[in-house]
């Protein structure tokens, strides 16, 4: 299994996703029935993402073929995902999506993963030379927009769990939006992960849980080496976690074992290992100079891909989603911060 993103790869992920984007059943929906006419089909309830098992999934399904065509827009399967676009990226299809969300029971909808999964597909299918998929859904990337400036101010405290509800994963995702759309939002989010983790310390990392998707330890790193500025993220990361040139602690080291791809939950622990890579290869692109702890990371990094990688589609608990966290792993890793 190679582990460097070229075409073929590429190809293959995509194909994997455009294989389950439109696909509706089966479903898991994040719905609040207020009555009996809440009883209706997901398509009708999202009429562009209804695929992929449930929204957030095919919400970055479609960030990943968006992120694909951009790096290889001779891809084969360009043609695919450029008709799936112009299907799927509808304005009538959009204005039901908004309205959705209008609903006073929808107002923790998908909070706080799904809305930063589809800012960070508006930030790529704004950055595509077609500029009509991105006008159509921009839209809808306002309102979560919107929702992310109305939440930080309240939200007293992170999220640190590995999975859906993860805050650090949450800021990472969306700062691609706000860096090109609201400077305001992100400094906001610049603020907001700095007063929940500024603080933190020696990390002990007590994981993986038998369900996490993601480290709650290094997403937090990977988290403010986005949003901070090299000076002063580097005297926090030794801090943080000060003992990586010995590989401790032990777990950050370790790939997590799989040991039924069947369940929908423990499939969860190769998402972990592929995005443990990827924050990995963040961060080992902030070091500079001679550091060992580079060797480390990235040996480190290489070992969790290869734990997962071979796994992507083995069955559709993972199937549907797991390709967009290879992406994420493999995809360029930016080394400076903003």
């Known amino acids: 299994m190679a582990e460097r993103l070229d075409e073929a790869l590429a190809e293959r992920l995509a194909r994997i996703a455009l294989g389950h984007v439109g696909q509706e059943w089966p479903q898991k929906l994040d719905h609040v029935l207020t009555g009996p006419a809440d009883l209706v089909a997901p398509s009708v309830l999202h009429p562009v993402f209804h695929g992929s098992f449930d929204w957030h999934s095919c919400v970055h399904a479609h960030w990943m073929l968006a992120r694909l065509l951009r790096r290889f827009p001779r891809l084969p399967s360009a043609g695919a995902i450029a008709a799936r676009f112009d299907a799927a990226f509808t304005e009538a299809g959009v204005a039901a999506e908004c309205a959705y969300l209008a609903r006073p029971s929808s107002r923790g909808f998908e909070r706080p993963y799904g809305w930063a999964w589809l800012l960070k597909l508006q930030a790529e299918l704004d950055a595509l030379p077609n500029p009509v998929w991105g006008a159509r859904l921009a839209p809808l990337a306002d309102i979560f927009a919107a929702r992310f400036r109305s939440h930080l101010p309240m939200a007293d405290y992170p999220s640190r769990a590995g999975m859906h509800t993860n805050t650090a994963f949450a800021l990472m995702l969306a700062a691609d939006w706000a860096e090109a759309q609201d400077p305001a939002l992100l400094a906001l989010m610049r603020e907001t992960a700095w007063r929940w983790h ?141």
């Open 198 to 338: 500024g603080e933190d310390r020696d990390a002990q990392a007590w994981e993986p849980s038998g369900e996490d998707f993601l480290s709650p330890t290094l997403m937090e790193a990977a988290c403010l080496a986005r949003l901070l500025p090299p000076d002063r993220f580097a005297p926090w990361f030794d801090r943080f976690l000060p003992w990586i040139g010995a590989r401790k602690p032990a777990a950050l080291f370790t790939p997590a074992r799989v040991s039924d791809r069947t369940d929908g939950r423990i499939a969860h622990l190769d998402g972990l290992n592929l995005s443990r890579a990827w924050c990995w290869r963040i961060l080992a692109g902030t070091l500079r100079g001679a550091d060992m702890r580079r060797a480390v990371m990235e040996e480190t990094a290489q070992a969790h891909l290869a734990a997962s990688m071979p796994h992507l589609d083995d069955h559709y608990m993972g199937g549907h989603w797991l390709a967009s966290f290879c992406l994420l792993a493999l995809d360029e890793v930016r080394e400076t911060t903003a």
